[in-house]
């Protein structure tokens, strides 16, 4: 970061850094191998739910972590179940104040999402599935439900 008069520039570039990624938890479960690798008589109902957190750890740096818990079921039984928490430590610097928490919970999960898929899809694959592709997510419009949400709890 450039200084002036000991001091950081006003009119530095804003930038955003990984500076690590990493599963931090992860599980599938295939409970009902090997009935469940048969032919499916339809098709699976598949549910996928996905959580961004953020926390910030000094110096600019921040841990963000994607969730992404799923699995995939017919007629009320459970073929495959997954619970993936990945996350990344972002240094984020010369960022208004106020969009540190958009940049946190939209610009570092879409970066951490084409990693957290692939784990997915290969753990799937693994199970002996066909490979899960999860379609690209909006985290844009994830955090405008969150802040919608927050509101409407302040409100409450």
Same mark, same amino acid.
């Given at each position: 970061?450039? %200084?002036?008069?000991?001091?950081? %520039?006003?009119?530095?570039?804003? #930038?955003?850094?990984?500076?690590?990624? !990493?599963?931090?938890?992860?599980?599938?479960?295939?409970?009902? @191998?090997?009935? #469940?690798? @048969?032919?499916?008589? #339809?098709?699976?109902?598949?549910?996928? &739910?996905?959580?961004?957190? @953020?926390?910030?750890?000094?110096?600019?740096e921040f841990e963000v972590e994607l969730k992404i818990d799923g699995g995939a079921?017919?007629?009320?039984? %459970?073929?495959?179940?997954?619970?993936?928490? !990945?996350?990344?430590?972002?240094?984020?610097?010369?960022?208004?104040?106020? #969009?540190? &928490?958009?940049?946190?919970?939209?610009?570092?999960?879409?970066?951490?999402?084409?990693?957290?898929?692939?784990?997915?899809?290969?753990?799937?694959?693994?199970?002996?599935?066909?490979?899960?592709?999860?379609?690209?997510?909006?985290?844009?419009?994830?955090? &405008? &439900?969150?802040?919608?949400?927050?509101?409407?709890?302040?409100?409450?």
């Amino acid at each position: 970061m450039a %200084t002036q008069n000991g001091g950081p %520039t006003q009119n530095a570039a804003p #930038s955003l850094n990984v500076l690590a990624q !990493y599963i931090k938890d992860f599980s599938f479960e295939n409970p009902n @191998a090997p009935r #469940s690798l @048969a032919a499916p008589p #339809s098709q699976p109902d598949v549910n996928i &739910q996905i959580h961004v957190n @953020a926390r910030p750890g000094g110096n600019g740096e921040f841990e963000v972590e994607l969730k992404i818990d799923g699995g995939a079921s017919i007629e009320g039984n %459970t073929l495959f179940a997954f619970e993936l928490v !990945y996350a990344g430590v972002f240094r984020i610097l010369n960022v208004p104040e106020e #969009s540190l &928490q958009p940049v946190a919970l939209i610009e570092c999960p879409r970066l951490l999402f084409p990693f957290a898929r692939q784990i997915i899809a290969d753990a799937v694959r693994n199970g002996g599935f066909p490979p899960l592709m999860i379609d690209p997510v909006d985290f844009a419009a994830l955090f &405008q &439900q969150r802040m919608q949400q927050e509101g409407q709890r302040i409100q409450a």
